[in-house]
Nanobody
């Protein structure tokens, strides 16, 4: 079994920054992909970013490229999402997810484990 616990969400003004963390436990993550998704009320779950644990390759959704950075800490089994230049449209619940298959995927259906989510609210 895998447990993912997000933290770091909150309320921030437009233009500000937040860093989300996702602590993983329960198994070795050397061969999986870790991703961040978000979902705003009434909208589809949207891909934000992903990182492959094996080689640090990363991939970003178009709406966050150049503003968000995904990274990982092997020793802590933790993945981070640094969010800069936040906009009101970034407001959503942010979810951490883990994929046990090979290769980064942007479709949430390819991810096997999910955290409980953390709210990010960006005020204008």
């Amino acid at each position: 079994q895998v447990q993912l616990v997000e933290s770091g969400g909150g309320l921030v003004q437009a233009g500000g920054s937040l860093r989300l963390s996702c602590a993983a436990s329960g198994r070795t993550f050397r061969s999986v992909v870790m991703g961040w998704f978000r979902q705003a009320p009434g909208k589809e779950r949207e891909f934000v970013a992903a990182i492959a644990w094996s080689d640090d390759s990363t991939y970003y959704g178009d709406s966050v490229k150049g503003r968000f950075t995904i990274s990982r800490d092997n020793a802590k089994n933790t993945v981070y999402l640094q969010m800069n230049s936040l906009k009101p449209e970034d407001t959503a619940v942010y979810y951490c997810a883990a994929r046990t298959g090979n290769g980064i995927r942007s479709n949430w259906r390819h991810y096997d484990y999910w955290g409980q989510g953390t709210q990010v609210t960006v005020s204008s």
